[in-house]
T-cell receptor, first 115, second 116 residues
Framework: GAVVSQHPSRVICKSGTSVKIECRSL??????MFWYRQFPKQSLMLMAT?????????EQGVEKDKFLINHASLTLSTLTVTSAHPEDSSFYIC???????????FGNGTRLTVT | GDSVTQMEGPVTLSEEAFLTINCTYT??????LFWYVQYPGEGLQLLLKATKADDKGSNKGFEATYRKETTSFHLEKGSVQVSDSAVYFC???????????????FGKGTHLIIQP
């Protein structure tokens, strides 16, 4: 079964509003979670690394004030897209490394559409 | 549906050895092909890509050629370094079904260990 749960799977919002996306690790503790963005049929782009108990690390070119990340606990990280605009419409996906395992575990992703 | 098969690890090599990580795929249409790398403790990064048959993607000394006739996208490097130790994922996009991400289908990953 899935080891990383992401919610919601789809969201439609109006320009100027904020949207929160949750990423939960199931049955394990994740001190680190990763947030990615993907445009249709393109590669994943790492946006930021979420660290429990400390500030997130953002990749170059990603606006930290626009994409707020909060790693609230060892099983939950949230990404908030603030004051969303149509160009923020994309597919957002999180992943969390399972301790002691090299493989990736993704959430199912969130399709954000800003109208 | 689409699928990606890659050799499972761990693959252990000595520094300066030649590296090949095999990747084959099944997909409808004309997918784009990718190799991603995940270094210890870091997020997934795009290593290289190829969007059509016979294209060669290259980056950081790694190469992979899109072979439609053999449905393969094998990753190669002539001389590996300890810093290449990571997990490598082959993926395709633009096929008929999605996988771990929207429209992307990933292989299970190959753990590469380079010893000095």
């Amino acid at each position: 079964g899935a080891v990383v749960s992401q919610h919601p799977s789809r969201v439609i919002c109006k320009s100027g509003t904020s949207v929160k996306i949750e990423c939960r690790s199931l049955d394990f503790q994740a001190t680190t979670m990763f947030w990615y963005r993907q445009f249709p049929k393109q590669s994943l782009m790492l946006m930021a690394t979420s660290n429990e108990g400390s500030k997130a690390t953002y990749e170059q070119g990603v606006e930290k004030d626009k994409f707020l990340i909060n790693h609230a606990s060892l099983t939950l990280s949230t990404l908030t897209v603030t004051s969303a605009h149509p160009e923020d419409s994309s597919f957002y996906i999180c992943s969390a490394p399972l301790p002691g395992h090299p493989s990736l575990h993704f959430g199912n992703g969130t399709r954000l559409t800003v109208t | 549906g689409d699928s990606v098969t890659q050799m499972e690890g761990p693959v252990t090599l000595s520094e300066e050895a030649f590296l090949t990580i095999n990747c084959t795929y099944t997909a409808t249409g004309y997918p784009s092909l990718f190799w991603y790398v995940q270094y210890p403790g870091e997020g997934l990064q795009l290593l290289l890509k190829a969007t059509k048959a016979d294209d060669k993607g290259s980056n950081k000394g790694f190469e992979a050629t899109y072979r439609k006739e053999t449905t393969s996208f094998h990753l190669e490097k002539g001389s590996v370094q300890v810093s290449d130790s990571a997990v490598y994922f082959c993926a395709l996009s633009g096929g008929s079904t999605g996988g771990g991400a929207d429209g992307l289908t990933f292989g299970k990953g190959t753990h590469l260990i380079i010893q000095p």
